[in-house]
């Protein structure tokens, strides 16, 4: 029996014990949050999945800094389709790089209240599925699942049935340009020229434009015709004007307003068919632009239907990212259109820039004629060119946005509804129009992420064995560990 001054564990000692434990218990909570907050603002972000790419194009990541206002994506998508992975991985990408991009999902089979009200409050039809909706400043920009994968023919079944596979993912580029529309207050508007036998933009048919109008919806674009007479110019709120194949002559005072209109900083996008003859090289020619009236060949580069395969772009912003991803676009007969900063009619301070080329063996032949006619031009012949007209004394900064941008092709086929969506044609077409447009330098860079596919074959041995493997010798050898624990334990 110990006496009361003899004790082995005083009070003092006590109290001592648990403050130790205390301050232990406070250092390992600070160590931790010290840990957190470093791992916080110093990261590396890794992935093991093929498909994810975690690496931005600077223009996203510029943008994505300059962005002040909240945007709302709701990510409208069945569960069970393989496209909502790579969707939401991109966008929790998005909201890491800016908490301002705020993403919600929905699956319109599990959650039928919340799919009813994203239908009202959206304005969808009832059966609609698999849309990313993005809303900001009373604006929404609505992507489809169609828009962000593009489709290549992978061969043939027994029937002859093509079978198509997804080869690129597009969505940093879709993601992007409908973060930028919801968010840019300023809605350009877009008039395509009518009256001269011109693909027209309602036109659903092969030949007409629908797909056109809607790559220039999805940027944003308030789109109309535009018919010029003699009381009608050109309105004063055209950001750009589109000429799409125009085929009969168009009239001298037509021809007038058009010149004023480039004149005024006008940016238009004209594409000519190897047929038309709207009496336009004139106006071409005094903005440093030259157009044949001949056929281009290159037989290294033709395909079966006769359309010409062009892989060569020369360095120019509205082209870069296509150079870049070393994709190619599919043009079909198309005419020589070329730069000619020599001409007498063209003004000072006018850059005329090539975009794209053929091959080496390409040659101009007049139109009309086929088999072994004699060539009137040989090598890698233009097909397309950039105008932009450079800094004028006098002009301010400020008003550098309202410079003339012009850009020729010679060939309107590659973006009718039946060719539109061959090889890389809609993405030329949607980096020449945000040039044109001046949104270029946000696009810069951002192209399509390769989707890898990956499958797997057995033979029926091969099958046998993982079938005996999986539901027999795995099985049977947990059952015989735990006899063997439990015989052990009785022993």
């Known amino acids: 029996m110990s006496t009361p001054g003899n004790e082995s564990y005083s009070t003092g000692r006590r109290w001592g014990g648990w403050v130790n434990c205390a301050l232990a218990v406070l250092s390992v909570l600070a160590l931790a949050a010290m840990a957190n907050y470093l791992s ?8 093991v999945a093929e498909n994810i790419d975690l690496e931005f194009s600077s223009r996203t990541e510029l943008m994505l800094r300059q962005l002040d ?16 992975v790579l969707v939401l991985e991109l966008l929790k990408k998005y909201q890491h790089a800016n908490p301002l991009v705020r993403f919600t999902a929905v699956n319109p089979l599990r959650e039928p209240a919340r799919a009813r009200e994203v239908i009202r409050r959206c304005r969808l039809p009832a ?9 900001a400043n009373q604006r929404m920009q609505i992507i489809t699942h169609g828009q962000l994968t593009k489709m290549d023919a992978a061969g043939r079944t027994a029937k002859g049935e093509l079978v198509f596979k997804r080869t690129a993912f597009l969505g940093e580029l879709h993601f992007t340009s ?9 809605v350009p508007r877009v008039y395509f020229l009518t009256g001269h ?36 110019p050109v309105p004063a709120d055209c950001r750009l004007l589109v000429l799409a194949g125009p085929q009969t002559e168009i009239a001298p005072t037509e021809l007038a307003k058009l010149k004023q209109y480039l004149e005024n900083g006008g940016r238009m996008l004209l594409l000519l068919s190897r ?10 020619e005094s903005w440093a632009v030259t157009a044949h009236n001949d056929v281009i060949v290159d037989p290294e580069n033709t395909l079966g239907d006769g359309t010409l395969r062009v892989q060569q ?60 006619a004699t060539p009137m031009r040989t090598g890698s012949l233009s097909l397309a060119v950039a105008v932009e007209k450079g800094a004028i004394p006098g002009v301010k900064a400020e008003n550098a946005a309202r410079l003339t941008r012009l ?72 059952l015989l560990l735990g006899a063997m624990v439990w015989l052990r334990r009785r022993a």
């Open 178 to 186: 409908a973060i930028n529309v919801v968010s840019n207050p300023v």
């Open 127 to 135: 059966q609609a599925r698999n849309l990313i909706i993005f809303e």
């Open 40 to 47: 916080h603002r110093h990261y590396t972000r890794t992935s």
């Open 313 to 372: 772009f020369m360095p120019h912003p509205s082209v870069r990212a296509l150079q870049k991803a070393k994709v190619s676009v599919r043009l079909l007969m198309p005419r020589g259109v070329e730069a000619n900063t020599q001409s007498a009619l063209a003004p000072e301070g006018i850059q005329a820039t090539p975009l794209m080329v053929t091959g080496p063996t390409g040659s101009a032949r007049e139109t009309g004629t086929e088999g072994p």
């Open 275 to 284: 047929d038309s003859r709207a009496g336009l090289e004139y106006l071409l």
């Open 407 to 478: 850009v020729v092709v010679g060939d309107s086929a590659f973006l009718r509804n039946d060719r539109i969506d061959t090889d890389a044609n809609r993405e030329f077409a949607w980096h020449t129009i945000n040039w044109l447009l001046n949104r270029a330098a946000l696009l810069k860079g951002i192209g399509p992420k390769p989707i890898h596919e990956y499958r797997f074959e057995y033979t029926k041995p091969q099958k046998h064995r993982m079938f005996a493997l999986l539901l027999v010798i795995l099985p049977a050898g947990t």
């Open 69 to 84: 206002n909240e945007v709302k994506v709701t990510v409208f998508y069945d569960e069970e389709e393989s496209t909502r």
């Open 197 to 232: 036998g011109e693909h027209s933009a309602t036109n659903t048919g092969s030949a007409g434009y629908a797909k056109c109008h809607r790559l220039l919806k999805d940027l944003g674009a308030v789109v109309a015709p535009l018919r010029l007479n003699q009381n009608t």
